[in-house]
């Protein structure tokens, strides 16, 4: 199974941001709208490939760690747009930090592959290093980048055309809600397994 442990942001800003790009994107060619119907606003801790029989020790460790989350508030900093998928970025407390960091380190070793690697370009050799020992690179050390991918479209230039469009989107939020979720090749959220209010 393919995992994220995720923050969950408020339903309302996180539905007006999913129409709003939905609204921008009409006449840009997209693979994929993250709409909060198919797929889920979320930020990404730890991306792990974990096989069934694990999964209720990755929920009973997860509801345990997350919640040191309670009460972090991060803030929306800008719109980036430097490759195919425009995400909205993120603060990074030092909390939250510490908090993913740990959640790596006890899930790593729960884990039963690497998860997908999609890019075009070939890992560099930390990258590499991050995947042997953890499975993953993203999210590990400076590869942490608090965000929520809004789209993946087909060329560049569509997606800074988006970023354009929505301008400043200010959305900042009070850590509430958490979970354990199951996501697809490209890491966005298909479904919430197990849902935590912290």
């Known amino acids: 199974m393919l995992l994220d442990i995720v923050i969950l942001p408020p339903k309302e800003p996180s539905n007006i941001l999913a129409g709003k790009v939905k609204k921008f994107s009409r006449d840009l060619n997209f693979l994929y709208i993250v709409d909060n119907k198919k797929l889920f606003h979320h930020i990404s801790l730890f991306h792990l490939n974990a096989s069934k029989k694990n999964l209720p020790r990755i929920i009973i460790e997860s509801d345990k760690l997350l919640k040191e989350l309670r009460g972090i508030k991060i803030l929306s900093k800008k719109i980036i747009a430097d490759g195919t998928s425009p995400t909205l970025e993120f603060s990074r407390p030092t909390k939250l930090v510490q908090v993913k960091d740990e959640v790596i380190k006890t899930l790593a070793p729960l884990r039963q592959d690497v998860m997908p690697y ?58 509430t809600n958490v979970a354990v979720a199951q996501v697809n090749n490209y890491g966005q959220v298909t479904r919430i397994i197990k849902k935590f209010r912290i």
């Open 118 to 175: 999609i890019s075009k370009k070939s890992p560099s050799p930390l990258r590499q290093r991050y995947r042997r020992q953890f499975g993953v690179h993203y999210n590990i050390g400076r590869y942490f980048r608090p965000h929520i991918t809004l789209a993946k479209l087909k060329n560049k230039s569509d997606s800074r055309m988006i970023a354009k469009r929505l301008g400043a989107f200010k959305f900042n939020f009070v850590i």
